[in-house]
T-cell receptor
Framework: DTAVSQTPKYLVTQMGNDKSIKCEQNLGHDTMYWYKQDSKKFLKIMFSYNNKELIINETVPNRFSPKSPDKAHLNLHINSLELGDSAVYFC????????????FGSGTRLTVV | AQSVTQLGSHVSVSEGALVLLRCNYSSSVPPYLFWYVQYPNQGLQLLLKYTSAATLVKGINGFEAEFKKSETSFHLTKPSAHMSDAAEYFCAVSWGGSNQFYFGTGTSLTVIP
């Protein structure tokens, strides 16, 4: 009954590979997000989808491509992985009109070697 | 422009001592303010939120925060620190109807036995 679930929890891969991270929320929220947390714990928003529509697309390399098949799912695909992509990626969801805050997933620790 | 500033990237307190984590915000509209906690290797968990009701907000685990408009502050306090409080704490600002948060850079709390 996890509210926001991400898979996988850990991902170790070689430079140049393509990988995907999946996220699902069962809260009925209308908006989902991807955040990147670097080694200094700084949180940077990458993308936001509202009812399957992309509404926030920060300055992120176009190797990163989000996909939202429905409002309960937001996946992140990364092409040609680089060493600098190593980080923890968090999915989150919210119901914007109610502004109760975000509910976060437990994160995916990506290590590029 | 909206932003938050967390003073002190690292705070150390003795077990049983007062915890004070500082957060100042900048917002051109009435803000919604949040504190999140991140335990090691976990996602972010909502501690408490201010959404224009009572200025003193009580959260989980004995934490509370007071919204002070004149000081543009939303500092987090706990009267007596416990070893289990050791974690990273993030302040965030949003506003009504918005789908984006602005996170502070985080404060790492260490509790000394």
């Amino acid at each position: 009954d996890t509210a926001v679930s991400q898979t996988p929890k850990y991902l170790v891969t070689q430079m140049g590979n393509d990988k995907s991270i999946k996220c699902e929320q069962n809260l009925g929220h209308d908006t989902m997000y991807w955040y990147k947390q670097d080694s200094k714990k700084f949180l940077k928003i990458m993308f936001s989808y509202n009812n399957k529509e992309l509404i926030i697309n920060e300055t992120v390399p176009n190797r990163f491509s989000p996909k939202s098949p429905d409002k309960a799912h937001l996946n992140l695909h990364i092409n040609s992985l680089e060493l600098g992509d190593s980080a923890v990626y968090f999915c989150a969801s919210s119901q914007v009109a109610k502004n109760y805050g975000y509910t976060f997933g437990s994160g995916t620790r990506l290590t590029v070697v | 422009a909206q932003s938050v500033t967390q003073l002190g990237s690292h705070v150390s307190v003795s077990e049983g001592a007062l915890v004070l984590l500082r957060c100042n915000y900048s917002s051109s509209v009435p803000p919604y303010l949040f504190w999140y906690v991140q335990y090691p290797n976990q996602g972010l968990q909502l501690l408490l939120k201010y959404t224009s009701a009572a200025t003193l907000v009580k959260g989980i685990n004995g934490f509370e925060a007071e919204f002070k408009k004149s000081e543009t502050s939303f500092h987090l306090t706990k009267p007596s620190a416990h070893m289990s409080d050791a974690a990273e704490y993030f302040c965030a600002v949003s506003w009504g109807g918005s789908n984006q948060f602005y996170f502070g850079t985080g404060t790492s709390l260490t509790v000394i036995p």
